[in-house]
């Protein structure tokens, strides 16, 4: 889920953000897959769709309540072959979907 303006945290991202970002994230996944249960049962069953609701409202509330956290690396074997400023990743971001 693309960071905007509108987004409930928006501005700049600290650990701390990051951590409460994913939260968000989360929820936008729980939610995608709730409204979409009945497609996925038809191509797994009812107890897969229980377990993934049970791992997605965990991680969700471990995400908001400051006990799982995310670290974004970017490895390169060349020194300068990553910006050191991560504006590129946003202007992909910001695009719309198509």
Not at 28 to 51: G, H, K, Q
Not at 76 to 85: Q, T
Request: hydrophobic share 40%.
């Amino acid at each position: 889920m693309p960071i905007s303006e509108s987004h409930p945290i928006g501005g700049v991202k600290t650990p701390q953000r990051i951590l409460t970002d994913s939260g968000y994230t989360i929820r936008c996944w729980r939610t995608r897959f709730a409204v979409n249960r009945s497609a996925v049962l038809a191509l797994t069953d009812e107890r897969f769709c229980r377990m993934w609701e049970f791992y997605l409202s965990a991680v969700e509330l471990e995400f908001l309540h400051g006990s799982k956290m995310v670290f974004q690396v970017l490895l390169s074997p060349k020194r300068d072959a990553v910006p050191i400023v991560r504006d590129f990743m946003l202007g992909q971001a910001r695009q719309p979907a198509r």
